[in-house]
């Protein structure tokens, strides 16, 4: 399934895209996605559903962040090797993580507004996973059934606030507008292998970002598994899993970053696609 949240910010609705691409109602159902119904026997009954009888939403609405009630939104660094190359960075050890505040998160297509006096905002194609159930001390091997689905996140990064400010990443990672998710939250049984998707991200109609999940330095498994270690993950976490090359902070010899009216497009086969046009706090 593909399922979305839509409408006006503070007035979301459920949601489900079906087979043909209509966007469909799902209210009468269930009062949101979020974490109480991310489970797996909750989606079963939405699966068995007749998706026709749904009502269809008329018009194009704005799709809402794909999750409702956020708990954790977790983020993975460095996690392609070739990413790592362009960035001076080595190899690492364990996967590194750092958070992105939850009021960072817009939707797919929302405007992302650079912070006052930002010049060095970066772009970030990355592949999401939402964890469904409750999940502590797992194995790689056990680790995806704990997967609801997957979606596209945009790890908006202010590099001089990342790395000039002092202290962790989360500085340059939590600014307004800089978590885009979706548009749809796709469910694990349409991604049978989360390390073999195409992804790429345009600026202004020109590629940037081109990779391919398989190049992960630590796979969705591992990154689960370990992070169940330290923490327990809750149905609605979001884990974000890292991004591959061609950021602005890499490109040689000058980086390219972004500036208001610029216009980023995101894509994940099978996950679908999100635009949005950069502006800037006065």
């Known amino acids: 399934m593909k399922l979305v949240r839509y409408g006006n910010e503070g007035a979301e609705r459920p949601g489900l895209v079906d087979a043909n691409g209509v966007l ?12 109480r119904m991310l489970n797996d026997a909750s989606l079963e009954r939405l699966r068995a559903l007749d998706t026709e009888a749904l009502p269809a939403v008329d018009g194009s609405p704005r799709f809402a962040p794909i999750v409702g009630n956020i708990g954790k939104f977790l983020c993975i660094g460095l996690n392609y090797s070739d990413h790592a190359a362009e960035t001076g960075a080595a190899i690492p050890e364990h996967p590194i993580l750092f958070f ?9 297509n929302d405007d992302v507004i650079m912070p006052r006096g930002s010049t060095h905002t970066d772009w970030e194609v990355e592949l999401g996973v939402v964890i469904g159930t409750t999940t502590k001390y797992v194995s790689e091997q056990e680790a995806l059934s704990h997967v609801a689905g997957y979606c596209i996140v945009n790890d908006v990064s202010e590099r001089h606030f990342q ?19 979706g548009p749809f939250l796709v469910t694990r049984d349409e991604v049978p292998d989360p390390q073999a998707l195409d992804m790429s991200l345009d600026v202004n109609g020109k590629r940037m970002q081109t990779g391919n999940t398989s190049t992960m330095i630590f796979s969705v498994a591992q990154i689960i598994s370990h992070l169940s270690q330290l923490m327990t993950l809750h149905p609605g976490d979001i884990i974000t899993t890292g991004t591959p090359p061609g950021v602005g902070m890499g490109i040689k010899p000058d980086p390219v970053y972004l500036k208001s009216g610029d216009v980023m497009e995101l894509h994940i086969s099978g996950l679908g696609q999100q635009r949005q046009t950069v502006g800037q706090d006065a």
């Not at 469909?24 to 974490?35: E, N, T, W």
């Not at 992105?100 to 797919?108: M, Q, T, Y």
């Open 24 to 35: 469909r109602d799902l209210s009468a159902h269930i009062p949101d996605i979020d974490g």
């Open 100 to 108: 992105k505040a939850n009021s960072a998160i817009v939707g797919a």
């Open 163 to 181: 790395t000039q400010l002092t202290g962790q990443w989360t500085k340059g990672k939590s600014c307004d507008t800089f978590g885009p998710t």
